[in-house]
């Protein structure tokens, strides 16, 4: 993965402030490797393999945005979190199957929660995306059509066999559709991608 540091998970939160983040992060022994905040977005990176202490880091960023943390919060249900990881894709035999859990050191590579469910969750790269899920699957469909990812005119991968194969295509319109802040990521603009004239 080139968008993101190998084997990080990045947690990007709306809604909460960073020291609020960075203290649930500690107390759920998931202490952070880096942090920041901007454009409305508090996050925090962690070593994908450090540990986990109560719960893992995907459902620990699905906790955040739930009641459970309401009088700490204050009113979470305007509280959403967008979730990383730069793991591989799991290919533990259930990691194909959306419905069952993937194995915990391949957890899916990116998730959006919000009032404590996942709404969209769904592995990067290598037409990965196709396999979507969540209360709203199709929440990036239209944009993932139109850059030729999914869909019956996904024709980029048959003209160039290595389209989108670490799924960078993919997290730059996560990060323009939700407006994430980089760093923790190492992307362009992908509608500058999508405005600039082939030559």
Same mark, same amino acid.
């Given at each position: 993965?080139?968008? &993101? =540091?190998?084997?990080?998970?990045?947690?990007?939160?709306?809604?909460?402030?960073?020291?609020?983040?960075?203290?649930?992060?500690?107390?759920?022994?998931?202490?952070?490797?880096?942090?920041?905040?901007?454009?409305?977005?508090?996050?925090?990176?962690?070593?994908?393999?450090?540990?986990?202490?109560?719960?893992?880091?995907?459902?620990?960023?699905?906790?955040?945005?739930?009641?459970?943390?309401?009088?700490?919060?204050?009113?979470?249900?305007?509280?959403?979190?967008?979730?990383?990881?730069?793991?591989?894709?799991?290919?533990?035999?259930?990691?194909?199957?959306?419905?069952?859990?993937?194995?915990?050191?391949?957890?899916?590579?990116?998730?959006?929660?919000?009032?404590?469910?996942?709404?969209?969750?769904?592995?990067?790269?290598?037409?990965?995306?196709?396999?979507?899920?969540?209360?709203?699957?199709?929440?990036?469909?239209?944009? &993932?059509?139109?850059?030729?990812?999914?869909?019956?005119?996904?024709?980029?991968?048959?003209?160039?066999?290595?389209?989108? =194969?670490?799924?960078?295509?993919?997290?730059?319109?996560?990060?323009?559709?939700?407006?994430?802040?980089?760093?923790?990521?190492?992307?362009?603009?992908?509608?500058?991608?999508?405005?600039?004239?082939?030559?």
């Amino acid at each position: 993965m080139t968008w &993101l =540091a190998p084997n990080t998970f990045v947690t990007f939160c709306k809604g909460l402030t960073l020291p609020i983040l960075s203290g649930i992060l500690s107390e759920a022994g998931r202490p952070a490797l880096a942090v920041g905040e901007s454009g409305g977005w508090a996050w925090a990176t962690h070593d994908a393999y450090a540990a986990p202490y109560r719960e893992t880091a995907l459902e620990l960023a699905r906790g955040i945005t739930s009641s459970r943390l309401a009088s700490r919060l204050g009113a979470p249900d305007r509280v959403e979190t967008v979730f990383l990881a730069s793991t591989p894709a799991c290919t533990c035999p259930h990691g194909r199957n959306l419905m069952v859990p993937h194995c915990a050191e391949h957890p899916l590579q990116f998730v959006y929660s919000l009032a404590g469910f996942e709404q969209v969750y769904f592995n990067v790269g290598q037409r990965r995306e196709s396999r979507r899920g969540g209360g709203e699957a199709d929440l990036l469909v239209q944009e &993932l059509l139109e850059a030729g990812i999914v869909g019956r005119d996904a024709s980029k991968y048959d003209t160039d066999p290595g389209f989108n =194969a670490d799924g960078a295509y993919t997290v730059r319109i996560i990060a323009d559709h939700f407006g994430l802040p980089s760093p923790p990521l190492r992307l362009g603009s992908a509608r500058a991608d999508r405005e600039t004239p082939e030559r």
